[in-house]
Structures are given as structure tokens and as C-alpha cells.
């Protein structure tokens, strides 16, 4: 077994948030298909990111860039140090803060995280969000393992903490990642500053709000051995069980119906063994039986992202975002690293500088409108689908039409028989969201 330590790697106040309660249902679920369960030669990738339900999510694009030697980043709460250079990434992330839920570089990579709780204790302190280690890994690592490295060593470094939503009361966790490349995926689960890892190399995999790595361990903190001892969680003469040791012995409300979501999740990526698509992916996330597409009190699944990396390298990867709630009733838009690739102006939210709510102190004392364009067409859209039978079946079968021209222009370009210029490819999310936008006018 390998053990990794820290390497010289470059390393609004709505009624709605208000509301939460620690046994409130609060989730993500990621998902991970690796060939022969893919029914082509490619890695899918697949997440929801269920937030507070009135946040929202935009979708950014961030080019490669070079830097000052000794510049310094600023992340959500705190700085670190700058790399010499970066990789280009598309991220969907929570309007408010610097970091992602999920997201992609142009090398391939793929990162969705999820919050976790276990019996090392959650601070209040400000560190690095989950959220700000996954874009840091996207901008630094040009392949999954590179990837955890970048995370496991800022972790060691800087730590993790800080709130992870708009509210004057704090919510905090810490965080598990799935992480994948065109040849395999890895599972970073951590808690405090120790974590584990698992490599993925065939099958399907899914996380979700709980601890999944147990004895399978590929690589972890070198003292994660020596401080279980010292805890007395681990007498060091049975099998090292990370989840069982590590795990709450009393499991809060939230983490409970967690575990049902793992194990739909799971069963409905069993079910599609050797036949896993995007498409297939695109329904997991619209489960709404099985809880995976959640609309639940105060939370719902604010945006979903599915990804297609062919094992073939000279194949491009291919990131279908929503940018907008719920995906059963969403467009997931395809999105190629690109000569053409840009900043798209309807998915990206208003920004308010240094009298933003979580750039003043104390913190989230105020509200703003966070909304994008794409996001308020979108709501007009939802409530006409709520209110008026007619007019949503037909904003609905819209919907279902322009994912599937989406779909199908994919299926050409993976198939070699659709061959655009790279500019086309490169502006292809961006076309596809000013026809989304023209169809909710």
C-alpha cells in the first residue's frame, strides 16, 4: 500500500436557509462509471449539488493562465499561494464564493465533493472550503491522481473550515471527493486534515453525505494509522476499516437518509452494468423516488453536471451543465474545451464587489440578487410548468428537444461524423444557452 504525505506539489439571508435545522435532509450525490460498466470506451462522470434552495448556482469558465512567482490567491476566506501556471476549468459553483461544487479542466479531469461529518470535530474557523480545494485541484492537476495530490496537500496545509452558505449562522463540514480522468476515477475521503483515498479502475462507483472507503485503501495520511490509536477508535490489531472507524457511532437524521441515497444510487447504477451512457447518467440525477434529485424542505439540487471522457485521447471530453434547479426539469448543455471556449454572459451572476455580503464583516449579514439571466428565464419557465398545463408541456417538450440535439451532435462528434471547426466546438455551451434562453422568452 502506498501512504502519501504532503508533497512539493503547486500546489442573503432567505426564510428558506434561516430554516435549516441539523436533522434538515442535505446531500450531493457524485457518480463514476469506468469501463467495461460504460457502454463506450469512456469514463462518465455525473454529480448533483444539493444546496440551500433559494442559492444560486452559475457557471463559469476560467482560462489557462501564467503567474508571478510569490503572487498569492484569494479563495472564499483565506489566501494561498499561486502556482506558475493553470490549467483552463469550467466550474459550477455556488454564485457567492470563489470555489465549485463541480467541475472540469481542459486535460480531462472531473471533481464533484460532497459534506461529511465524522468524529473529528468541525471548526468554525476559516480555512479552505471543500469547495475552494476542488477548483484549486482543477486548476493544478492535469490528471485524477495529480489532482488528489493538490488536495491532500493544501489540506495538510491550510485545512478546511470555514461556513459553506449564506447565512449569519454557520454551517460547516468537512468533505469527500470523487475525482476522474479518461482512465480512472479515485475517491479522496477526508476528515480534518487526515484523509484516504481508493483508486477505481473498472465499475461503476457512487458517494454520497457518508464515509464509503473501508479496508480498500490506495493511499492515505501517513498519521491516520497512529491517530486513530491515540483516539482509541482503532486498537491496531484488527482489519482498518477507515469508514467504520472514522464514522459517527450515532449518525445524525441527515446522514441516515444519506445512506438510502447511496444505496439507490448504487442499485440504479447496477441496474445499467455495460450500458452505462450520459443519457443513463442524466436519469440517476433526475431521480426524484430514490431521493437523488432532491426537493426537500429548504434544499434541492441546485445544478447537475454529467461528463463524457473518451479513453481515446485524441477525442475530445464533453461536460453537459444544467446551470439552473432541478434537473428533471432542466437542459444539460454540452460544453467543449476549446479555441472558441468564453465566458458565457447569461450563466454567470452580477458580482458586487467589496460590499458583497461575504466579503463584509461580520458576514452575511445582508441579501442580494445573485440570479442569472439563464436562472430567472429558467424560474418563469418552472412556474409556468407548475401553474399552466398547456404552456409547461410545451416549455417541457422544448426542453427535452434541445438535449437531445445536444445528445445527438455529441454522438456524431464521438462517432467521427461530425467534424466542426475548433472555434464551433468551443462555442457550442454558449449557443446552446441562447436557445435555451430564446425558449423561455
Not at 95 to 107: D, F, I, R, T, V
Not at 164 to 170: A, F, G, K, S, T
Not at 243 to 268: D, H, N, Y
Not at 364 to 392: C, I, K, P
Amino acid at each position: 500500500m502506498e501512504r502519501w504525505h504532503e508533497r512539493d506539489t503547486l500546489i442573503s439571508t432567505s426564510p428558506q436557509m434561516a430554516s435549516w435545522s441539523p436533522d434538515t435532509p442535505c446531500s450531493c450525490d457524485c457518480f463514476v462509471s469506468v469501463p467495461p460498466a460504460s457502454a463506450i470506451p469512456a469514463v462518465i462522470f455525473a454529480k448533483n449539488s444539493d444546496r440551500p434552495r433559494e442559492e444560486v448556482q452559475e457557471v463559469v469558465f476560467v482560462p489557462a493562465g501564467t503567474h508571478v512567482p510569490g503572487s498569492r490567491l484569494q479563495c472564499t476566506y483565506i489566501e494561498v499561494e499561486q502556482v506558475s501556471k493553470t490549467h483552463a476549468a469550467i466550474l459550477s459553483r455556488p454564485s457567492w464564493l470563489w470555489g465549485a461544487e463541480m467541475g472540469a479542466n481542459e486535460h480531462g479531469v472531473c471533481i464533484g465533493n460532497e459534506a461529511v461529518w465524522t468524529k473529528e470535530p468541525v471548526g468554525t474557523g476559516e480555512a479552505l472550503l471543500g469547495m475552494d480545494l476542488l477548483r484549486l485541484a482543477l486548476e493544478r492537476g492535469s490528471s485524477a491522481q495529480e489532482a488528489l495530490h493538490v488536495i491532500t496537500g493544501l489540506l495538510e496545509r491550510y485545512g478546511q473550515g470555514g461556513s459553506c452558505w449564506e447565512d449569519p449562522m454557520p454551517f460547516c463540514y468537512h468533505n469527500t471527493f470523487l475525482l476522474a480522468d479518461r482512465t480512472e476515477a479515485w475517491v479522496l475521503e477526508t476528515a480534518g486534515r487526515l484523509w484516504a483515498a481508493q483508486r477505481i479502475q473498472e465499475g461503476a462507483h457512487n458517494i454520497s453525505n457518508q464515509l464509503s472507503i473501508g479496508t480498500d485503501i490506495s493511499a492515505e495520511h501517513p498519521e491516520l494509522r497512529p491517530h486513530a490509536r491515540a483516539q482509541g477508535w482503532w486498537g491496531g490489531q484488527a482489519a482498518f476499516d477507515f469508514a467504520q472507524i472514522f464514522s459517527l457511532t450515532q449518525q445524525p437524521v441527515r446522514m441516515e437518509a444519506a445512506k438510502a441515497r447511496f444505496r439507490a444510487g448504487r442499485e440504479l447504477l447496477q441496474q445499467r452494468q455495460g450500458g452505462i451512457t450520459a443519457e443513463v447518467m442524466m436519469g440517476i440525477l433526475r431521480s426524484k423516488e430514490s431521493g437523488i434529485c432532491m426537493d426537500s424542505g429548504g434544499f434541492r439540487t441546485t445544478a447537475s453536471m454529467v461528463s463524457v471522457l473518451p479513453q481515446d485521447p485524441t477525442q475530445p471530453c464533453v461536460h453537459f451543465l444544467t446551470a439552473t434547479p432541478d434537473p428533471s426539469r432542466s437542459v444539460f448543455k454540452p460544453f467543449i474545451f476549446g479555441v472558441g471556449a468564453a465566458q458565457v454572459p447569461q450563466v454567470l451572476s452580477p458580482t458586487f464587489g467589496a460590499q458583497d455580503p461575504v466579503r463584509s464583516l461580520p458576514r452575511f449579514q445582508t441579501q442580494v440578487d445573485r440570479r442569472h439571466a439563464l436562472y430567472r428565464g429558467h424560474q418563469v419557465a418552472l412556474g409556468l410548468m407548475e401553474s399552466e398545463q398547456d404552456r409547461g408541456q410545451q416549455l417541457r417538450q422544448k426542453q427535452r428537444d434541445l438535449e437531445q440535439e445536444g445528445l445527438e451532435a455529441v454522438r456524431g462528434l464521438l462517432a467521427r461524423e461530425w467534424a466542426p471547426p475548433p472555434q464551433e466546438l468551443g462555442g457550442l455551451f454558449q449557443a446552446f444557452v441562447e436557445k435555451e434562453s430564446r425558449a423561455y422568452a
